[in-house]
């Protein structure tokens, strides 16, 4: 039990300090942007046309930091919700280390890398699209309405006309308003880690009898455990799969949902809008069971 214990703190420790260089550096390029409005608002308008590419690209990288860096982003309204989704589908985490360090499981690496990109490009330029047309059927409505609100805020919701960077919830110092915004999702991502580490390893659940599950089914139940908030859900889905516990379809089924921490970010920041993000949450998961799916139905093997 003792074991045990240390195992998970050991676990829980190193998946949460992993992440800690990659959230300071997009804080700190955030931090600087909230320092210069007018780039600011420029970058992220110009940028929001490759959202979906970005996003998707900035996914393939094996790091769960991104995700969680992207949903406060998000949370901000810097970022589309396609380019957002695009991020949490195309995020592999763990996945692509561990099958890299197997000769034999290169090619399907390539492989899951390839397809999960196109399908989160393709998937977040598809929502993008319709938000865009049902935005701009509301806008039509509502015109006189929408101008009358329009305004930009910074973090703590104060107007733009009345921001000044001696504000308390804008530091002069970039650095430190980095340093602070990592601190606290650290600490947060930290405990989290805790909890669902500790629950993996201490439940006697047999994970591998998923192998005993009808192949066609498999997405439905992988894409739930790809939402696990923590890293070793994208090791779990891997050993299954180069097991042969699970087919290729619901391994990449389990590793497009794989964002858990991100969308776990999403409650964290905006507690108000929790039925969209219970939204956004359930949308990632039919994206997974879809694309799980669609590759079993089509007897795609590697």
């Not at 949460?16 to 007018?38: A, D, G, M, Q, R």
């Not at 769960?64 to 949370?75: E, I, K, P, R, T």
């Not at 703590?156 to 009345?162: A, M, W």
Request: glycine letters at 6%; proline letters at 3%; hydrophobic letters at 50%.
């Amino acid at each position: 039990m003792f074991k045990a214990i240390l195992m998970v703190l050991e676990d829980a420790t190193l998946d949460t300090l992993k992440i800690i260089p990659i959230l300071y550096l997009i804080y700190l390029l955030v931090s600087y942007f909230e320092h210069n409005s007018h780039r600011y608002v420029n970058f992220f308008k110009s940028a929001k046309k490759f959202g979906p590419v970005v996003g998707g690209l900035v996914g393939t990288i094996p790091q769960c930091g991104f995700s969680v860096a992207m949903a406060d982003l998000y949370n901000k309204k810097s970022i589309t919700l396609g380019t957002l989704i695009a991020v949490f589908i195309a995020t592999s985490d763990e996945a692509i280390p561990i099958m890299f360090s197997n000769y034999d499981y290169i090619l399907p690496m390539l492989a899951m890398i390839a397809i999960k990109l196109v399908y989160a490009i393709i998937c977040g330029y598809v929502i993008d699209l319709i938000l865009n047309l049902l935005n701009r059927k509301r806008e039509n409505k509502m015109e006189l309405l929408t101008q009358t609100h329009e305004h930009t805020a910074c973090e703590c919701g104060h107007e733009d006309h009345e921001h000044e960077h001696t504000n308390h919830c804008c530091a002069d110092n970039i650095f430190l308003d980095a340093l602070k915004h990592t601190l606290k999702i650290t600490l947060f991502l930290y405990i989290i880690n805790l909890l669902f580490t500790g629950i993996i390893v201490l439940s006697e659940f047999d994970i591998t009898s998923l192998n005993t599950i009808n192949p066609y089914a498999q997405p439905l139940l992988t894409s739930l455990i790809g939402l696990i908030p923590n890293c070793a859900a994208s090791v779990l889905l891997v050993e299954l799969y180069m097991a042969g516990g699970i087919t290729f379809g619901a391994l990449l089924a389990g590793l497009c949902t794989g964002a858990g921490i991100g969308l776990l970010m999403l409650f964290k920041s905006n507690k108000k809008a929790w039925l969209k993000n219970l939204l956004i949450l359930l949308l990632v998961y039919l994206l997974g069971v879809i694309l799980g799916m669609l590759l079993n139905l089509f007897g795609v093997v590697l």
